[in-house]
Antibody, heavy 119, light 107 residues
Framework: EVQLVESGGDLVQPGGSLRLSCAAS????????MHWVRQIPGKGLMWVSS????????RYAESVKGRFTISRDNGRHSMYLQMNSLRVEDTAVYYC????????????WGQGTLVAVSS | DVQMTQSPSSVSASVGDRVTITCRAS??????LAWYQQKPGKAPKLLIY???SLQSGVPSRFSGSGSGTDFTLTISSLQPADFASYYC?????????FGQGTRVEIK
């Protein structure tokens, strides 16, 4: 069974940093692209960042470029999102998701982890 | 960036109704479009990929169509479990933009 479990969400002050983790199981992790998507409570979905299966192709939304860094450790079946210079508008539930092979769609999602940026 | 525009933003419908949601891309995305369902407090769930392919395990009352810039998600006979929010996402290019969502409410 495919499972994605996020962790690391917390309350942090503006300008602070946080590292989110996504632990994957139930599939061959090193053959899939992985993504982060966020959602402000009560609002819509926003794609944040993506990483290729071997970690050599990284993509970011313009609003997080230069502040967030996506990475993965295929040996640990895990993906990460290092979030620096956090802003109030980064407050959201952050989901990790797997991209289905050949479909480009996000076929499995984690339960989400809440990041709250507030003074 | 490709802008995705969904309509309507909300729809009130009854059990058994046929519901259609549209999604328009600001440029040609071929058939690289996905549809997701999201219930309150839960993660999104993939319904349709590549515009018209039904994800495994999704009921056949859900269908998708379209190509280029105009797409539709149709629920042929609305069931109580279908009251939720629905999002389209273009999967053609980065950034992988979502539509703003459509809430399907009980009439």
């Amino acid at each position: 069974e495919v499972q994605l479990v996020e962790s690391g969400g917390d309350l942090v002050q503006p300008g602070g940093s946080l590292r989110l983790s996504c632990a994957a199981s139930g599939f061959t992790f090193n053959t899939f692209w992985m993504h982060w998507v966020r959602q402000i409570p009560g609002k819509g979905l926003m794609w944040v960042s993506s990483i290729s299966s071997h970690g050599n192709d990284l993509r970011y939304a313009e609003s997080v470029k230069g502040r967030f860094t996506i990475s993965r450790d295929n040996g640990r079946h895990s993906m990460y999102l290092q979030m620096n210079s956090l802003r109030v508008e980064d407050t959201a539930v952050y989901y990790c998701a797997r991209e289905g092979g050949g479909t480009f769609a996000l076929d499995y999602w984690g339960q989400g982890t809440l990041v709250a940026v507030s003074s | 960036d490709v802008q995705m525009t969904q309509s309507p933003s909300s729809v009130s419908a009854s059990v058994g109704d046929r519901v259609t949601i549209t999604c328009r891309a600001s440029q040609d995305i071929s058939s690289w479009l996905a549809w997701y369902q999201q219930k309150p407090g839960k993660a999104p769930k993939l319904l349709i990929y590549a515009a018209s392919s039904l994800q495994s395990g999704v009921p056949s009352r859900f269908s998708g169509s379209g190509s280029g810039t105009d797409f539709t998600l149709t629920i042929s006979s609305l069931q109580p479990a279908d009251f939720a929010s629905y999002y389209c996402q273009q999967t053609n290019t980065f950034p992988r933009t979502f539509g703003q969502g459509t809430r399907v409410e009980i009439k």
